[in-house]
């Protein structure tokens, strides 16, 4: 599903029975429905009518051959049996039903391509008018305006060639890991080089619409299915990172996990007023507020079925400025929030970097990490304009590399630089989210106000230490028509129609199993993850029974949990403890339940043991010196809550330690030296 707006419409790799197999299950994931009351054409309208087929056929010429041949291969299958001349829309279904059913591959790209239609069908808009023709049906207004005219703030370098440089630092990333060990760094008077893989984006590039955000400003251009088809992702990919896409939420580290770092894993001064002071201090410079939390009629329903069941819940505390803040825009703040209200790290952090002398160039990729006599010696990247298609090889020379590439690629360029040691790529976290839809009477509003105005945690802290948060969840219409369960097309569309009537929770669960980041041939990150723990099990089920329950005393005349099309539904009047029950049953993974993941971490974990853990509980690597861990992949386990505040805190710690060992002080900064 990621790069899913990074299309050409003029795209030509598909022969003319694939094109007309296409356009046959194009429109029978999105058929029309006779309706007699139907005055925005919502029933009427096929997938076709919006030109779902070809924005399809432009995203596959994007994909590399081998990948573009596993979904035209089902389109192949499906013509093998006169798929497009089938008689009805009823006899088509029925085609997929058994090819669906053949094989878990054929199930797999089944689900790819069926994913990518929707996704188009409600998120592609009309160039004039930046709308959807569903939007009118689903009571989403779109864009509120265009994009101001907001000048850049920060200043890049743009290479118009190859280019070595000297630095005292470089820093891979420049999220709320990176940008914090940048600022801090270079506050101290080291010279630092930050290394961004995504553009620079901001107010003036933030249109509020939902597909060129992805194509933007997330990981590989949107939700990304995992390799073994388990759960989805979401990662920030810009300059400034997660902290650009994500939904503010600023939660301190919990005590107990603090506790648990600090004697299982001898991270020293976690537990204390150590650890305390960096909590303070990033909370202090990202405006940490909890004025600007405003609930609209989803988020009223939460707190009123908290309220009647005794479970605890507050209102969100955010990373926001009450004198721009407008809760019209916060809606949209993981597309990129407009109001420029939002104290995200290229707001914050990377403002301080620069003031102090760092240097910034984004578009590069680092390919791998320099090693000489066992040590850090600098950066390999590739700098790559995808507008101008312009590169240039980029080479910093640095005693000092910070890895802070998020917990999904920051292992990958550790793999692909053959360091790092057994642990690489392990011990990966994901906070899998449980996600239900209870469908209410009325409006929801769900695109107004942020996404995490309260948050309930009744459930945070159970004795054996994995607990969860539930949490409430933006409207994105693009990605709920991709993750709505699909078993007809008629029942699809019944679902979508409710839309704006739906109160979507998601749950924050800690997980204590984990998952894994290998390698491809070419060196690309590949994610496997499974929920085979059996706590882990017990608590998603649980986290769906709390969030079931919600929904229940809150009034909701159906309901439904996210993952495959056979999964039961509920109805008022149901017994909703066998309904639960019939989920438990349910796996977790492509057949059954599926989960999203927006936090990952522990990828490269901190500990004392080189076998089980990649750095040192100080952040260096064990077996390379010089190397550092920066971001949530430095995490020795799961949180349990959202980590934005914890990634920062435990990077101006790692800067802390970095500093201890360079005689400098706080004053001008050493300038970057271009060779």
Partial sequence: MGEAQSVSLMADVLTSDQRATLRAFCDTIVPPIDCADDPTGFWARRATDTGVDQYVEGYLATLAADRRADLTMVLDGL???????????????????????????????LEALRSLILLFYYGITDPLTGQNPNWTQLAYPGPLRPP?????????????????????????????????????????????????????????????????????????????????GNIMLLAGAT???????????????????????????????VDGPEFDAHLDAVLARIGATDECSDLNPAQERLVEGCTRLGWKHKRAVRNTDPATYSPDTAGYLSFGDQSGSKRSADKTWLVDALQHGAAILTRTHAQRVLVQNGRAAGVEALYADPTTGKSASITIHAPRVVIAAGALESPALLLR?????????????????????????????????????????????????????????????????????WTSGRAHKERMADASRGVVTISVLRDRGYGRVA??????????????????????????????????VTGATAMFAGGAAD?????????????????????????GLRPFSAHQMGSCRMGPDPWTSVAKPSGELHDTPGVWIGDASAFPTALGVNPMVTIMALARRTATAMAASVHTVDGDAHPVAVC
């Fill in 519 to 552: 390698i491809d041939p070419a060196g690309e990150a590949v994610i496997t993850y499974a929920i085979t723990d059996d706590l882990d099990r017990k608590n998603y089920c649980k986290a769906l029974d709390a969030q079931l329950r919600l929904g229940s």
């Fill in 79 to 109: 013509a093998m049996q006169d798929f497009a001349s089938a008689p009805s829309d009823l006899s088509r279904e029925q085609i997929l039903t058994e090819m669906n059913q053949s094989s878990s591959q054929a199930a797999l790209a």
């Fill in 148 to 228: 101001p005219m907001t000048p850049k703030e920060l200043s890049t370098i743009v290479p118009n060639e190859d280019l070595e440089a000297q630095a005292d630092a470089c820093v891979i990333g420049s999220g709320a890991g990176g940008a914090v060990i940048a600022a801090e760094l270079a506050r101290r008077g080291l010279s630092v080089v930050v290394l961004e893989a995504g553009g620079y984006h901001n107010e003036a590039d933030f249109a509020q619409l939902e597909l060129k955000a992805y194509q933007d400003l997330y990981w590989r251009g949107g939700p990304t299915l995992s390799a073994d």
């Fill in 567 to 591: 999964l039961p539904h509920w109805r008022a009047g149901d017994d909703l403890e066998a309904f639960s029950a019939r989920l438990h049953r349910a796996p977790i993974g492509p057949t």
């Fill in 417 to 485: 630089s053959n360091i790092g040691g057994p642990a690489v790529g392990n011990y990966l976290r994901l906070h899998p989210l449980p996600v239900v839809t209870a469908v209410h009477a009325g409006d929801m509003k769900n695109w107004w106000g942020a996404p995490h105005a309260m948050i309930c945690d009744e459930f945070a802290n159970p004795d054996d230490g994995y607990g969860f948060l539930i949490e409430g969840a933006n409207y994105a219409p693009a990605l709920a028509g991709a993750a709505t369960p």
């Fill in 239 to 269: 300059l400034g990172g997660g902290t650009v896409v994500n939904f503010t939420n600023c939660v301190r580290t919990p005590d107990r996990v603090r506790r648990e770092w600090a004697n299982d894993y001898h991270l020293d001064g």
